[in-house]
């Protein structure tokens, strides 16, 4: 993501699988929960866009992020001056583990 100063947010978005194999024959999906970067900015959202039902053998699925930040909060970046924020999404099955991401 690189800042500009004629654009009033700047944002990025990905796409990431995983993999639950201990999904039985039902869904086995209880939530995502987002870890936000200490002394952050911006907003992270996270969509399950396909949940690992277990269904047919089916233990992969997939998660959509969505990262945005207001340009006038990294206008204070000098050019190539770069800042690292690390966020995690956790996609938990209904006995409350944390699934494996796969990318």
């Given at each position: 993501?690189?800042?500009?100063s004629a654009t009033p947010s700047l944002s990025l978005q990905q796409?990431?699988?995983?993999?639950?194999?201990s999904s039985s024959s039902d869904p086995d999906f209880q939530?995502?929960?987002i870890v936000n970067?200490?002394?952050?900015?911006?907003?992270?959202t996270a969509t399950l866009l396909d949940e690992a039902t277990?269904?047919?053998g089916d233990?992969?699925?997939?998660?959509?992020w969505s990262y945005s930040v207001a340009n006038a909060e990294v206008q204070y970046l000098?050019?190539?001056?770069?800042?690292?924020m690390e966020y995690?999404?956790?996609v938990i099955d209904l006995d409350g583990n944390e699934v494996p991401l796969v990318s």
């Amino acid at each position: 993501m690189a800042e500009d100063s004629a654009t009033p947010s700047l944002s990025l978005q990905q796409i990431f699988s995983f993999t639950d194999t201990s999904s039985s024959s039902d869904p086995d999906f209880q939530g995502l929960n987002i870890v936000n970067a200490p002394n952050g900015i911006g907003t992270l959202t996270a969509t399950l866009l396909d949940e690992a039902t277990g269904l047919g053998g089916d233990t992969t699925g997939s998660v959509q992020w969505s990262y945005s930040v207001a340009n006038a909060e990294v206008q204070y970046l000098a050019a190539g001056e770069t800042r690292v924020m690390e966020y995690r999404i956790e996609v938990i099955d209904l006995d409350g583990n944390e699934v494996p991401l796969v990318s």
